[in-house]
């Protein structure tokens, strides 16, 4: 059975560290990921927790050999990596539109200030008329 996982991800202080891991009162764990780390570290980050989480590494005392352990074993694929895996494909494709659509859309801005400024249009004619 798969404990109960919360996933955050965060800014750590002074940029320091790549995940932590707290067990909650109710048996679930909550895994912080520092939000610095790029997409690949992010995930690596996740297994590392996890592989934490599925070890019952936080009732063990050698904290040498849990690091050992946790880095040298390959396991199949965690469910919960692979939504999150989904998720942050997700946000980073959203984010990618989004910068698209305010590139394009600062551009419509810039002609729409440089070329139809129709108050700017109107003066002119006011003041010098149209067979100028």
Do not use: W
């Not at 895994?31 to 996890?50: D, G, P, R, T, V």
């Not at 690091?67 to 396991?75: D, F, G, M, P, V």
């Not at 469910?79 to 990618?96: D, F, H």
Request: proline share 4%.
């Amino acid at each position: 059975m798969t404990p109960d996982v919360n996933i955050i991800l965060m800014d750590f202080p002074k940029g320091k560290g790549h995940e932590m891991v707290v067990p909650n009162e109710d048996g679930s764990y909550t895994i912080f990921i520092n939000a610095a780390l790029n997409y690949e570290s992010q995930q690596a980050a996740l297994k590392h927790a996890m592989s934490h989480i599925e070890n019952d590494d936080f009732y063990k005392e050698d904290v040498q050999e849990i690091e050992y352990l946790a880095h040298t074993t390959t396991k199949a694929p965690d469910p919960v990596i692979s939504a999150y895996s989904k998720c942050m494909e997700q946000n980073r494709t959203r984010r990618k539109r989004r910068r698209r659509r305010r590139t394009r859309d600062t551009q419509r801005i810039d002609f729409i200030r440089e070329h139809c400024d129709t108050f700017r249009l109107a003066e002119y004619n006011y003041l010098y008329g149209k067979d100028l």
